[in-house]
């Protein structure tokens, strides 16, 4: 196996074990709507290695199940809409595929805990 770098090598690793369920969560970039360019967080995008979970999904989304900020209805700060939208995607991880238990690995993204564990992604050399 090749070295684990970051939450998709973890989740190629986690398929090529036979493990079902290679599922992570990610913060949703979104482009912004100004000629400034960049991006901003709105949500959450739930992803699957070699499957869409949302094939209508908006282009931009890629196939990705995506949950954003605005499924909240303004409760509060944006810190506290991004976690009450984590909790929504991490709901449908559990109805969709049984996923109860998730850690936030190195790279800030959300897998499975036994993953993080078994498969962890290495520290970073300076």
Known sequence: MSEIINTYDQLRHWKEAGIVG???ISPAQMPKCSSSGGTYRNGWH???VGKKLDPDAHFLHNGQKHFARWQV???GTWREEE???LVLAQAWCKEQF???EWER???GDY????LNSKFPLRKAQR
């Open 73 to 75: 209805k303004c409760i």
């Open 111 to 114: 897998v499975p805990a036994p």
């Open 22 to 24: 290679p599922i992570g």
């Open 83 to 85: 976690a009450a939208v």
């Open 46 to 48: 739930v992803f699957h």
């Open 98 to 100: 049984g996923i109860t």
């Open 105 to 107: 690995n190195r790279m």
